[in-house]
């Protein structure tokens, strides 16, 4: 299906053609993913590549765009799979690149299988190349062979890109500025996904599984028009919540349990990423409310940085310390070994309950794309970038309490995380997904307003 607006596509195109003239100018080559076989002749649910729907809309697979960037000349060029009725019986309908050409706004789309006559001759006297060679193997390989037959010509006058620059370094850079349409596109994801994660809270109870919860999440997605999860999402109970990155699903659920979720949807590709721990019972008990109000806390010390020309760790650091003094006033770091506030944060003593960063990039990819540090300045002492507005990250400090000699037993087996997703705007940022309940008291209010709609 073709995108609602092309216009934000074609601007990207060009703005990466403009990024492109401003290095001299060439020739950009972008595929999209390849199917993949799950087994004999069954294939994974295809999801196109981002840099390359980023750029196009475009979401069937075997393609690849070509971007001319030349004084004389830019252009724009889309090859596809060619109209083929006996395929589209199988396999559903396809564009073909006459009707790919006008509906996704290219220049020029020509059939896939002329991508191999094609190349040779836009390759030639090009300029630079932009690419990238993380990019799909069969391409590289088909890469190199049109520049071979590109030098094949050199006594003819005619030469083959000499330098290739990273095509995804100057896209990361674009990606990471979030256009109004892509927010809008986020916005819906966010809200969706906090509406699962509602309705999770609503269906849980002790005896069930993981896995009926993870159910609910999958319903409220796709009944609001999600494609699909953004990534596989853990429903953790108990010592689970305890594993970062749990994903079996398959525990029943015990009384006096929290419940780790952390999910989110796609949205016409665009991720959210949200993290909700709620009590199994209904009720927090009173250490995990402490805790919970502790990780709650910190966060909210997090968002404090989430502005325009803060520096990106800084909202880590402001939840670092929080999470520090609560340690110490619940008896969770002894003070007699780990000194003060200062003192247990330089012995990284935290860790030990805290071990993972207070957020990412979100966009295309649940992990966006994007460097972290300056990308001006070259080293491994690089300062961390600052903030702008149009990014869009996760805020989500977390406490892990794993039973140990040195821990209060109350204290054992509670994980908690509380994530959102954050715009960072012009006098501050956005919580996308503000709607999602999140205090101790919207929380048990939430599963309360259950028993009247969900029957055990």
């Known amino acids: 299906m073709a995108p609602a607006s092309i216009a934000p596509?074609?601007?990207?195109?060009?703005?990466?053609?403009?990024?492109?003239m401003e290095q001299g100018g060439g020739i950009a080559i972008i595929p999209t993913a390849r199917e993949l076989i799950r087994n004999n002749d069954n294939h994974f649910p295809f999801r196109h590549d981002s840099y390359f729907y980023y750029l196009s809309g475009f979401s069937e697979p075997e393609a690849v765009i070509v971007l001319i960037a030349q004084a004389e000349q830019q252009r724009s060029i889309l090859f596809c799979r060619e109209k083929d009725p006996e395929h589209e019986i199988w396999d559903g309908f396809r564009f073909?690149?006459?009707?790919?050409?006008?509906?996704?706004?290219?220049?020029?789309?020509?059939?896939?299988?002329?991508?191999n006559d094609k190349m040779p001759e836009l390759l030639a006297d090009a300029g630079k190349l932009f690419y990238s060679n993380q990019t799909e193997p069969h391409l590289n390989h088909q890469l190199s062979q049109w520049m071979q037959t590109v030098r094949g010509k050199s006594r003819s006058g005619i030469s083959a890109p000499a330098i290739t620059i990273d095509v995804r370094e100057?896209?990361?850079?674009?990606?990471?500025?979030?256009?109004?349409?892509?927010?809008?596109?986020?916005?819906?994801?966010?809200?969706?996904?906090?509406?699962?994660?509602?309705?999770?809270?609503?269906?849980?109870?002790?005896?069930?599984?993981?896995?009926?919860?993870?159910?609910?999440?999958?319903?409220?997605?796709?009944?609001?028009?999600?494609?699909?999860?953004?990534?596989?999402?853990?429903?953790?109970?108990?010592?689970?919540?305890?594993?970062?990155?749990?994903?079996?699903?398959?525990?029943?659920?015990?009384?006096?349990?929290?419940i780790l979720i952390d999910a989110g949807c796609e949205f016409d590709s665009y991720a959210a990423d949200i993290t909700r721990t709620f009590p199994a019972s209904g009720k927090f008990s009173a250490a995990q409310k402490n805790v919970y109000n502790l990780v709650l806390n910190a966060q909210q010390a997090a968002m404090a940085w989430a502005r325009a020309g803060a520096v990106y760790m800084d909202g880590h650091h402001a939840a670092v310390r929080v999470l520090t003094e609560g340690m110490l006033d619940l008896g969770l770091l002894d003070k007699n070994i780990v000194g003060n506030v200062d003192d247990a944060i330089a012995g990284l003593a935290y860790r030990q309950f805290y071990m993972h960063g207070t957020g990412h990039w979100l966009g295309l990819d649940v992990h966006d794309v994007g460097r972290y540090r300056d990308v001006q300045k070259m080293g491994d002492e690089r300062p961390y970038r600052r903030l702008q507005e149009g990014m869009v990250i996760t805020i989500e400090p977390g406490m892990y309490v794993r039973p140990a000699d040195n821990v209060p037993e109350q204290y054992w087996n509670i994980g908690i995380r509380i994530e959102d997703d954050i715009l960072i705007t012009a006098d501050g940022h956005l919580n996308l997904s503000r709607d999602t309940p999140k205090t101790v008291a919207e929380i048990e209010a939430e599963m309360r307003s259950a028993t009247s709609v969900c029957p055990a």
């Open 9 to 20: 596509f074609q601007a990207r195109r060009q703005q990466l053609i403009a990024l492109m």
């Open 96 to 115: 073909g690149p006459t009707a790919a050409q006008s509906n996704f706004g290219f220049d020029f789309a020509y059939p896939i299988e002329s991508l």
């Open 170 to 258: 100057l896209l990361d850079e674009m990606r990471l500025i979030k256009d109004p349409h892509e927010i809008a596109l986020m916005q819906r994801a966010a809200s969706i996904s906090g509406a699962a994660h509602a309705r999770a809270m609503r269906h849980a109870r002790p005896g069930q599984f993981e896995y009926e919860l993870e159910a609910e999440l999958l319903h409220e997605f796709r009944r609001h028009g999600a494609q699909a999860p953004a990534y596989g999402s853990i429903v953790a109970s108990g010592a689970n919540a305890c594993v970062l990155h749990y994903q079996h699903n398959q525990a029943q659920i015990r009384e006096g349990d929290l």
